[in-house]
């Protein structure tokens, strides 16, 4: 039955008349939830030095809180978009976490205090959540199989994006600061009282965006077909195929849909034996994007280049230089992930990050300084980039069956988030007690330990449908 169900299903990645425009036009706007997600969370870096001093944070647990408190909406956002999007639809969604992104952006930038500064952060955290979510699962949802690697990682690239925007916005709203500054001439200079308001409240221009662009998408065909809407789900599928495409992917769709009634996307369901290979497959993927410890270097940017000998003013522009390079190789995966697989390109990630972190670790432990720590910071990112930046989004948006896809994302979600709270409130507390280098040493342990969970558990997805895809885990 399942060879049976496999020969059913290679009629669609045949298709010749892909409405190509179309296609990424729709996946681009989706990705937008992207940008902002990258944005928001990397402005954070670039606005610390002053935020801080303004605020008065000192104490090594109340600036992870600051850092961190984000995770908290993350967390929340995650967890609800997965059964909110299987009740109410992708769209929805994905056109309130474009208004909430607005909110939260511009209040972030007008807090009076830290106690109000928190709150806002976590409004924007929640947009975040469901936006890292939603993006990635809306675009697989309506890609074909042979593009769904490249479709998937625009989602990716507006993330990286939206990274180096932050850092462009954040080094050009910087005034220079002298190498010599004392914490009180920060405090009071235009950096330190309106600068970092300005780098959170540019957020607004780019969520008002996505919010207005997000009317004009179709929902996806996918959720649809799996809601009854038959009818409208063949209509976007022949949109994007034609019409001989679209009668055979919602067989394809309708055929993992069958028993649908009786496995009803029930929480239970996703505990079930195959269910759970596949629940446990994308939660640690999850949770490696994260534990492989490159957001620290985004996120913490100013104390990585601080231990390795660079002032406040170096500090922003080298920020810049790791987005540019961040952006340049997530092309790169865009190039490799359809042609080379999923697999092949995350493993090279796991082994490279370990390598880099290892010698990063070393050069810390014997306090060298120099430019030569910002070509192996730069040498992570690219790494980071190309392989378990872009492809684990693209394996967590197609690695689950279709009728319990909003939830089993939603879990692989938060946990990432969870994972993400960890890693960037305990990386202060770590490099304080610690320091630079045994923190390091321990993210290339995790690396290496990815590299064989990859090797041992991941299936190659690439060409395949998503309903191709489902009988793997039969």
């Given at each position: 039955m399942i060879d049976s169900a496999k020969e059913k299903m290679t009629v669609t990645t045949r298709a010749e008349h892909f409405d190509t425009a179309y296609i990424y036009a729709i996946s681009a706007v989706a990705a937008l939830g992207g940008l902002l997600f990258g944005?928001?969370?990397?402005?954070?870096?670039?606005?610390?030095?002053?935020?801080?001093?303004?605020?008065?944070?000192?104490?090594?647990?109340?600036?992870?809180?600051?850092?961190?408190?984000?995770?908290?909406?993350?967390?929340?956002?995650?967890?609800?978009?997965?059964s909110l999007s299987d009740r109410l639809g992708r769209k929805p969604l994905l056109i309130a976490a474009g208004l909430v992104f607005t909110i939260s952006s511009i209040g972030t930038g007008l807090a009076p205090s830290f106690g109000a500064f928190v709150p806002w952060r976590i409004l924007g955290g929640f947009a975040i959540g469901m936006a890292s979510s939603l993006s990635p699962m809306y675009i697989a949802e309506v890609a074909p199989a042979q593009h769904r690697g490249k479709l998937v990682s625009l989602?990716?690239?507006?993330?990286?994006?939206?990274?180096?925007?932050?850092?462009?916005?954040?080094?050009?709203?910087?005034?220079?600061?002298?190498p010599d500054a004392t914490a009180l001439e920060i405090l009071q200079s235009w950096n330190g009282q309106v600068g970092w308001r300005w780098m959170f409240g540019v957020t607004a221009i780019p969520s008002v965006l996505?919010?207005?662009?997000?009317?004009?998408?179709?929902?996806?065909?996918?959720?649809?077909?799996n809601n009854g809407a038959h009818e409208r789900a063949q209509r976007v599928l022949s949109r994007i195929g034609g019409e001989s495409y679209g009668a055979q992917a919602l067989r394809d769709i309708e055929a993992t849909l069958e028993d649908a009634n009786a496995k009803r996307a029930e929480l239970r369901t996703l505990f079930d034996r195959p269910m759970l290979k596949v629940l446990s497959l994308g939660v640690v993927l999850a949770v490696l994007q994260q534990w492989c410890g490159i957001n620290v270097i985004f996120n913490y940017a100013e104390e990585v280049f601080y231990a390795a000998g660079y002032n406040v003013s170096d500090i922003l522009f080298n920020i810049v230089v790791t987005g540019a390079v961040n952006l340049v190789f997530t092309f790169v995966a865009i190039g490799?992930?359809?042609?080379?697989?999923?697999?092949?390109?995350?493993?090279?990630?796991?082994?490279?990050?370990?390598?880099i972190y290892t010698c990063l670790g070393a050069l810390y432990y014997t306090h060298s300084r120099?430019?030569?720590?910002?070509?192996?910071?730069?040498?992570?990112?690219?790494?980071?980039?190309?392989?378990?930046?872009?492809?684990?989004?693209?394996?967590?948006?197609?690695?689950?069956?279709?009728?319990?896809?909003?939830?089993?994302?939603?879990?692989?979600?938060?946990?990432?988030?969870?994972?993400?709270?960890?890693?960037?409130?305990?990386?202060?507390?770590?490099?304080?007690?610690?320091?630079?280098?045994?923190?390091?040493?321990?993210?290339?342990?995790?690396?290496a330990a990815g590299f064989f969970f990859i090797k041992a558990r991941l299936p190659e997805t690439k060409g395949k449908t998503l309903e191709q895809i489902e009988v793997l885990w039969n």
């Open positions: 944005y928001d969370w990397v402005v954070i870096g670039g606005a610390k030095p002053f935020y801080e001093k303004f605020f008065h944070l000192t104490d090594p647990s109340q600036q992870g809180w600051a850092m961190s408190c984000a995770l908290v909406g993350c967390l929340v956002g995650a967890l609800i978009s997965g989602n990716q690239l507006t993330i990286v994006i939206g990274i180096l925007l932050a850092q462009i916005v954040n080094w050009l709203i910087a005034k220079p600061v002298p996505f919010f207005v662009s997000m009317f004009l998408l179709p929902e996806s065909p996918r959720w649809l077909a490799l992930v359809d042609r080379y697989g999923r697999r092949v390109l995350m493993l090279i990630g796991s082994a490279g990050l370990a390598i120099g430019v030569h720590m910002l070509v192996l910071v730069v040498a992570a990112i690219g790494c980071y980039a190309m392989s378990l930046a872009p492809v684990i989004w693209v394996v967590i948006s197609e690695i689950f069956p279709n009728r319990i896809r909003g939830a089993a994302m939603s879990i692989a979600i938060t946990a990432l988030w969870v994972a993400s709270f960890i890693l960037t409130y305990t990386f202060p507390i770590f490099n304080h007690s610690l320091g630079a280098a045994k923190t390091f040493w321990i993210y290339a342990a995790i690396c």
